[in-house]
């Protein structure tokens, strides 16, 4: 039995993934950003949707549910209990430590919240990936749309927590931006800038960034770095409290 994984970018810059149990047959969908885009790359590899696991209610990430469960009437609908209300359609509202199954596959639900109030991500924890939306990206993580930038942090720290080479899949191809930004935090940090370089090769080439892996992003992403000496000298705050740095380092993103 093996876990497969397909991602696609749909509509503009966002990224579709399909994650699929060949011992079971059983199919995900991460995210329903386009229903066409998902289908067609379901029909590609020869596998039916079964579930569909939604991270947060931003319409480029749920827009497609209606599409999906025309094509695929028995398809199981996960998503955030605290915004299930706001996506419809959903057949499962899931809450930290809730288990999300695809066939024989099992993530665990992990609360985000910072760039929506109810965001969560999936942890398959045995198969090493996780599923973080718009929580975390490659360099970067997700404006703080509905929460104070320290419940952002927090819900980074989490995802930091995972094992450093956990597969993260995100929701947006964002990473060469994203890396400019970060140089302009630590313009020294070697890691970094010959990541940089592998990036804008990949993207010159139309080739993905995604997925990156904790451990990439904890020596490269200055969102999580933001308890780093080097990185608090550089944004002019040394010793203060970790949320506090990374509060500034969103705004200047913001502000990028
Ligand atoms: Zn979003
Ligand atoms: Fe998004």
Same mark, same amino acid.
């Given at each position: 039995?093996?876990?497969?994984?397909?991602?696609?970018?749909?509509?503009?810059?966002?990224?579709?993934?399909?994650?699929?149990?060949?011992?079971?047959?059983?199919?995900?969908?991460?995210?329903?950003?386009?229903?066409?885009?998902?289908?067609?790359?379901?029909?590609?590899?020869?596998?039916?949707?079964?579930?569909?696991?939604?991270?947060?209610?931003?319409?480029?990430?749920?827009?497609?549910?209606?599409?999906?469960?025309?094509?695929?009437?028995?398809?199981?609908?996960?998503?955030?209990?605290?915004?299930? *209300?706001?996506?419809?359609?959903?057949?499962?509202?899931?809450?930290? *430590?809730?288990?999300?199954?695809?066939?024989?596959?099992?993530?665990?639900?992990?609360?985000?919240?910072?760039?929506?109030?109810?965001?969560?991500?999936?942890?398959?924890?045995?198969?090493?990936?996780?599923?973080?939306?718009?929580?975390?990206?490659?360099?970067?993580?997700?404006?703080?749309?509905?929460?104070?930038?320290?419940?952002?942090?927090?819900?980074?720290?989490?995802?930091?927590?995972?094992?450093?080479?956990?597969?993260?899949?995100? *929701?947006?191809?964002?990473?060469?931006?994203?890396?400019?930004?970060?140089?302009?935090?630590?313009?020294?940090?070697?890691?970094?800038?010959?990541?940089?370089?592998?990036?804008?090769?990949?993207?010159?080439?139309?080739?993905?960034?995604?997925?990156?892996?904790?451990?990439?992003?904890?020596?490269?992403?200055?969102?999580?770095?933001?308890?780093?000496?080097?990185?608090?000298?550089?944004?002019?705050?040394? *010793?203060?409290?970790?949320?506090?740095?990374?509060?500034?380092?969103?705004?200047?993103?913001?502000?990028?």
């Amino acid at each position: 039995m093996t876990t497969y994984v397909r991602q696609f970018i749909c509509l503009k810059d966002n990224y579709g993934v399909l994650l699929h149990d060949s011992a079971t047959g059983a199919t995900a969908a991460i995210d329903a950003p386009d229903g066409e885009a998902v289908i067609a790359a379901a029909d590609a590899a020869g596998w039916s949707l079964t579930d569909c696991l939604l991270t947060h209610h931003h319409a480029d990430h749920v827009q497609g549910v209606p599409a999906l469960k025309a094509r695929y009437p028995d398809l199981r609908v996960c998503a955030p209990a605290k915004e299930a *209300g706001r996506i419809g359609g959903v057949d499962r509202p899931l809450s930290e *430590g809730d288990y999300a199954r695809v066939g024989r596959l099992a993530a665990k639900v992990i609360e985000t919240p910072g760039h929506t109030a109810g965001h969560i991500a999936y942890w398959f924890e045995e198969d090493e990936i996780a599923f973080v939306g718009d929580t975390l990206f490659a360099l970067g993580c997700g404006r703080a749309f509905e929460a104070p930038p320290a419940v952002l942090w927090e819900s980074l720290l989490k995802l930091a927590a995972l094992p450093g080479s956990t597969q993260v899949y995100c *929701g947006h191809e964002y990473t060469e931006a994203n890396a400019r930004f970060a140089l302009t935090i630590e313009p020294d940090n070697a890691v970094l800038k010959a990541r940089a370089a592998e990036i804008a090769a990949l993207r010159a080439l139309g080739k993905p960034t995604l997925p990156t892996t904790i451990a990439a992003e904890l020596a490269t992403n200055p969102f999580l770095r933001a308890e780093e000496p080097s990185v608090q000298a550089a944004i002019g705050m040394p *010793g203060v409290d970790p949320a506090a740095a990374f509060a500034e380092i969103r705004a200047r993103k913001d502000r990028f």
